[in-house]
């Protein structure tokens, strides 16, 4: 017996986060093999899918991807340190 397609409340992966899950490759086996099956049967998801991992392809290849600034870090850990009852910076 074929394992059931995995699906949502109204039948495609699109309606949650499998999708992306997918496509960031945290689904287990199991889910794996059913996602991979609804793909094949779900124009929808097909094609979300396709455009989808292109986008997180062409993302992963820029030379613009967003990193911060060593005075936007030492902000945010400023912050995070004196936000924290008992801890602050070293005098
Ligand atoms: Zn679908």
Redo the contacts with the bound molecule.
């Keep these: 017996m074929a394992a059931p397609l995995l ?1 949502t409340a109204s ?4 309606d949650g986060d499998t999708l992306f899950e997918l496509l960031d490759g945290g689904l287990d086996p199991a889910a794996l093999v059913a996602a991979r099956r ?2 094949a ?2 124009p ?3 094609t979300e899918y396709v455009h989808w991992r292109a986008f997180t392809a062409a993302l992963a290849r820029t030379d613009h991807a967003p990193s911060a600034s060593p005075f936007l870090r030492a902000r945010v850990v400023a912050t995070i340190v004196h936000q924290r009852p008992g801890v602050g910076w070293p005098r």
């Design positions: 699906t039948g495609c992966l699109t609804h793909l049967a779900c929808h998801c097909r």
